[in-house]
């Protein structure tokens, strides 16, 4: 099983990226899939999630109208667009997979947002 992720990097505020997360080893379609991050000595927390189908995702307070999750089923993939960024929105990027019973976890993607 494994889940990387990729696209982060060092940004301006105001400015975008795209993250992205490869799946591959279990059935992806199957799975609910997350965003999280986890800035320096603080906890993980939830940034954005997508249901199985796709057809539902909720996002935490802080991004909405800002980041927006979606994945390709067919290219087991899940993606976040960031747009909108703030120095506070600076941390690690982590995609999980969820089902009952099993989650798995990516390696997580460094995203700075800094002038």
């Known amino acids: 099983v494994q889940l990387v992720e990729s696209g982060g990097g060092l940004v301006q505020p105001g400015g975008s990226l795209r993250l992205s997360c490869a799946a591959s080893g279990f059935t992806f379609s199957s799975y609910a899939m997350s965003w999280h991050r986890q800035a320096p000595g603080r906890e993980r927390e939830l940034v954005a999630t997508?249901?199985?189908?796709?057809?539902?995702?909720n996002y935490a307070d802080s991004v909405k109208g800002r980041f927006t999750i979606s994945r390709d089923n067919a290219k087991n993939t899940v993606y976040l667009q960031m747009n909108s960024l703030k120095p506070e929105d600076t941390a690690v990027y982590y995609c999980k997979a969820a089902r009952v019973g099993l989650v798995y976890w990516g390696q997580g993607t460094q995203v700075t947002v800094s002038s």
């Open positions: 997508n249901s199985v189908a796709g057809g539902y995702t």
